[in-house]
């Protein structure tokens, strides 16, 4: 589970700064108001979305692959479990 919460951290942290920069950069050469804001979120969503494929990928490997082993795991005991009721 600290994979998942390290990766999801890294999200949040990649996007804040994303905002934070298009935000300042909107105060700069926009007016400020309801629209101009969505902007920015949406902006900064695509933004960050791209950095992350590239800047957390080792992030995201180490989350598929504990996911991964979690998956293993659920399916092994369940197999166990399926073959000690065959014996009785």
């Known amino acids: 589970m600290k994979a998942f919460w390290t990766y999801t951290l890294a999200r949040f942290a990649v996007f ?6 298009v935000w300042g950069v909107s105060q700069i050469w926009l007016e400020t108001n309801t ?5 920015v979120l949406l902006i900064s969503l695509v933004i960050s979305s791209i950095i992350s494929i590239f800047l957390l ?9 504990d996911v ?3 998956a293993s795991r ?5 197999e166990e479990s399926r073959r000690a009721e065959d014996v009785d």
């Open 16 to 21: 804040g700064v994303c905002f934070a920069i």
């Open 68 to 70: 991964h082993d979690r």
């Open 35 to 39: 629209v101009s804001t969505i902007w």
């Open 57 to 65: 990928a080792g992030l995201r490997d180490r989350l598929a692959q």
């Open 74 to 78: 659920m399916t092994t005991r369940i």
